[in-house]
């Protein structure tokens, strides 16, 4: 019998479901060996029954608690997807503002009518399985933690940083061309991808537990970055993470 | 799988009234975020209840702005929508240069204009093939197509990939692209890629009119449902305007962009505290319905002949009828796309850097025909360059309240259908409109009020 996989969405812009969309062919071959019962972003029709919930986005209100334990209950295995989901992503910038304002420079007076607490992953709330990481998630490594999990192992996550993957990609180290970057701290597995394209490393894929995060620091302090810089670019997506640079 | 599932809905059953109908669809498929449609038919036929609700847990998106630096703020933005992540981060971009004044070169303009194509024919072909087209054709998903009508499936694979490798090379991804700046691009695609592009362009133009042909085809199992409402786009003299324009509508004079506050007229009410958009009256609609209304004149001559071949005339006041109009828009982007790759050609892409950027304390306004219509954003610096104020009025909050018009007008001609085609058709009508709801960054809140129009509900 196929495995029963369904599809779940938080606060989030639902572009890691994209994401698995976006596999064109190769989608087609993966849904040949899984039986989707859930994706209401492409398909009618819902199932209780399923063993493996991939979960995209933050729980950002208490009454999102029930429904995700309630996925987790159902689910024999939970993969996290996307930076909202295991680190709680850009939805933890709000975390560093009272949510009377915030919900009053939104919704102005009528920020009372909507319910909501500091966004956090899903780690937080129930047990994770396997985190897919990303904003958004990579779709080869998408397909390959899928193979990874329908032949019964715990998918590999690079538990090295970005630099290494930067270094094989051939760019030029932001901080020789004075810009500030993220990869020296976080997660690989995407190739280096933002630098490659001209941006810099902006920490989506979280902290990587190998980081040495003094050298990161030293790094940052050498080249002049100062506090407001680096503070930024860490509640970018790290807000949630501890990382103390 | 293969026959025609009915949406499942999770609320728990209650009583049906005698011989009255009850529809609950409780999170509506196949369309980006979270909404319900709830509408109950009495016995004697009259509509009691009739409802579009959304329930997205909201993000604050503009608050989580204030603060931020100029060169970030179009990277926060783009996590609004993982669809029209090219078109925030574009919005996003021309209210910073706007602020700043910042003059882009041409050809930044030129490739800003391949990449909103770029989006448009992603998200087209998403909506057309993958979301849209299984309804006219009795399947719950595309998934069973894949099976019954594989050759089409593929041409729209081959068309949607088409369009994610544009995005690709142009902005250097297709979610959250890296590549666009304030002021220019970061990393420019080559004369190769360009000349690659074109190919790949010219290749799936049969594919695209297979699918024409495909719609065409099952066009007799579109609704013909008609209600007149107002059409707001961007306007141009000069071309079918997806990039930049100013602000048009079917019922009242053109605006500036800066002046888009006049035309979403989003306002609180003193008894119920509730943001509104309407326009001149009390709903109107955006995308690509509302621009083919707008500017079907100035479409290219393959998006004509779609136009043409699918029976879409302006006006047309089917909304049903978008996910036509966004099958124009296809032939349109990928002809318009090869003359702005030819333009590009005979130049050579020059190894141009982003234009230089002085921060003073400025406001500035983008407006960005993306896939489900137009987006503003609006932003106030401080003078180090830091955001004071944002605001973000996206489409789909925009044509909200014209969903819940439609519905209003359509179910009273529903009521002798059984309870599942009631659902299918209610459905189909926001399916149509191709919402995209977790780009919300603000709703509009009319709880508490007897006329609301949409209700946000907390669960």
């Known amino acids: 019998m196929k495995p029963k996989i369904a599809f779940f969405d938080f606060a989030g812009c639902e572009g890691d479901q994209l994401q698995v969309a976006n596999l064109e062919e190769k989608l087609l071959d993966i849904l040949s060996h899984v039986e989707v019962v859930s994706f209401r972003e492409v398909m009618t029709g819902h199932s209780d029954d399923y063993d493996i919930a991939f979960v995209e986005g933050s729980i950002t209100r208490p009454e999102d608690e029930a429904r995700i334990k309630d996925i987790r209950s159902k689910a024999k295995y939970l993969v996290a997807l996307g930076a909202c989901a295991t680190i709680g992503g850009v939805n933890c910038i709000k975390n560093f503002m009272s949510p009377d304002v915030y919900k009053e420079r939104v919704y102005g007076t009528s920020g009372r009518w909507y319910s909501t607490y500091a966004a956090r992953p899903l780690k937080k709330v129930v047990k994770v399985d396997a985190e897919l990481h990303g904003c958004p998630i990579d779709r080869s490594e998408f397909a390959r933690v899928v193979k990874e999990l329908l032949l019964g192992r715990q998918p590999w996550i690079p538990d090295y940083p970005v630099c290494v993957e930067c270094k094989k990609a051939g760019n030029i180290c932001r901080y020789d061309l004075g810009r500030i970057c993220l990869g020296t701290i976080t997660r690989a597995g995407c190739g280096a991808c933002c630098v490659t394209e001209g941006a810099h490393c902006w920490g989506c894929r979280g902290v990587a537990p190998k980081a040495n995060l003094d050298a990161a620091r030293e790094a940052m302090n050498k080249n002049g970055f100062d506090h407001k810089t680096v503070r930024d670019l860490l509640r970018f997506f790290l807000g949630d993470t501890y990382a103390p640079l | 799988m293969a026959k025609v599932e009915k949406a499942k809905t999770e609320a728990a059953p209650t009583p049906l009234p005698a011989k009255g109908k009850k529809i609950n669809v409780h999170y509506l498929t196949r369309v980006e975020g979270h909404g319900n449609i709830v509408a109950e038919i009495d016995a004697g036929g009259k509509v009691s209840v009739c409802r579009w609700e959304v329930p997205e847990a909201p993000r604050f998106f503009e ?58 024919l992603q998200s087209h072909f998403l909506h057309v093939g993958y979301l849209a087209l299984p309804d006219f054709m009795g399947a719950a998903s595309v998934l069973p197509l894949a099976a019954s009508h594989k050759e089409e499936v593929l041409a729209v694979v081959a068309c949607h990939r088409t369009a994610n490798r544009m995005s690709d090379m142009i902005c250097g991804r297709t979610i959250h692209p890296q590549r666009m700046v304030p002021g220019g691009f970061a990393k420019l695609p080559t004369d190769d890629d360009l000349k690659n592009l074109k190919a790949m362009l010219e290749a799936i133009v049969p594919k695209a009119k297979a699918i024409l042909d495909v719609v065409v085809d099952v066009a007799g199992n579109i609704p013909k449902f008609h209600r007149q409402t107002e059409y707001v786009a961007l306007v141009s003299d000069a071309e079918y305007p997806l990039y930049w324009g100013e602000i048009g509508s079917s019922k009242t004079q053109r605006r500036p962009n800066q002046l888009y506050k006049d035309v979403t007229r989003e306002y609180c009410l003193p008894q119920s505290t509730a943001k509104w958009t309407k326009g001149v009256d009390d709903s109107y609609m955006v995308g690509a319905l509302s621009r083919f209304n707008l500017n079907h004149d100035k479409l290219s001559h393959l998006g004509k002949e779609a136009a043409r071949k699918l029976g879409l005339k302006a006006p047309c006041h089917n909304p ?133 129009l949409v209700k946000f509900i907390r669960k």
């Open chain 2, 63 to 120: 608050a989580m702005l204030i603060g931020r630096n100029y060169q970030d703020v179009h990277h926060i933005t783009s996590r609004i929508c993982g669809i029209c992540s090219i078109g925030h981060q574009l919005s996003s971009l021309q209210a910073t240069e706007d602020a700043f004044g910042v003059q882009i070169s041409e050809q930044t303009l030129l490739l800003r204009k391949l990449a909103i194509h770029a989006e448009n």
């Open chain 2, 320 to 452: 049903f009828m978008i996910t036509a109009a966004q099958l124009v828009e296809c032939f349109h982007s990928v002809e318009d796309s090869l003359r702005i790759i030819d333009i590009l050609l005979a130049r050579g892409i020059r190894n141009e850097t982003p234009a230089p950027i002085k921060t003073f304390a400025c406001k500035g306004v983008g407006a960005v025909e993306v896939p489900r219509g137009i987006l503003f954003h609006a932003y106030e610096y401080d003078e180090n360059g830091r955001i004071a104020n944002a605001d973000c009025v996206i489409p789909t909050n925009q044509n909200h309240a014209n969903i819940q018009r439609d519905l209003d007008a359509l179910l009273p001609t529903l009521a002798t259908l059984s309870e599942a085609d009631i659902e299918l058709k209610l459905s189909m009508l926001v399916r149509a409109y191709d919402p995209c709801i977790s780009c919300s960054t603000h709703h509009i809140d009319l709880t508490g009020d007897s006329n609301k």
